[in-house]
Nanobody
C-alpha cells in the first residue's frame, strides 16, 4: 500500500499549484482522502477531506483557494491551490482512510489509515 504525492515546488505569492496523489495497492472507491500540511514548527493541519467529487470539506482557512478532485479510475486525487501565500509554505501530505472507519472527525484528528511521503511547497518571491 502506497500513496505518492507530487507536484510541489517553488511558486510566487499569488500563484497556483496543483498537487497529485496516486495510490497503489488499494482502490480509491473504498477510501476517503485527506490532504494535510505541516509547516516548520507548526502542527499538522488538515486542509481538505473528500469522500467523492460531490462531497468535499475544506476548513474556513482554505475555502475558495483549494479544490480537490478525485479520479477513482486512475486512483488519483488532485489538490488545486490558488492565491498562494508565503504562509502556505509547508510539506503537503495526502492520506487515505477506509470508509469502514473514515469520518470528518477522524480526519480532523489526523486519524487516517495510510499516508504519503509528502511534497514540499514553498511560496516565495
Amino acid at each position: 500500500v502506497q500513496l505518492q504525492a507530487s507536484g510541489g515546488g517553488l511558486v510566487q505569492p499569488g500563484g497556483s499549484l496543483r498537487l497529485s496523489c496516486v495510490v497503489f495497492g488499494f482502490t480509491l472507491d473504498d477510501y476517503a482522502v485527506g490532504w494535510f500540511r505541516q509547516a516548520p514548527g507548526k502542527e499538522r493541519e488538515g486542509i481538505s477531506y473528500t469522500t467523492s467529487n460531490e462531497n468535499a470539506y475544506y476548513p474556513d482557512s482554505m475555502k475558495g483557494r483549494v479544490t480537490v478532485t478525485r479520479d477513482n479510475a486512475k486512483n488519483t486525487v488532485s489538490l488545486q491551490m490558488s492565491s498562494l501565500k508565503p504562509e502556505d509554505t509547508a510539506v503537503y501530505y495526502c492520506a487515505a482512510a477506509s470508509f469502514r472507519r473514515a469520518s470528518l472527525q477522524r480526519f480532523q484528528r489526523g486519524a487516517m489509515d495510510y499516508w504519503g511521503q509528502g511534497t514540499q511547497v514553498t511560496v516565495s518571491s
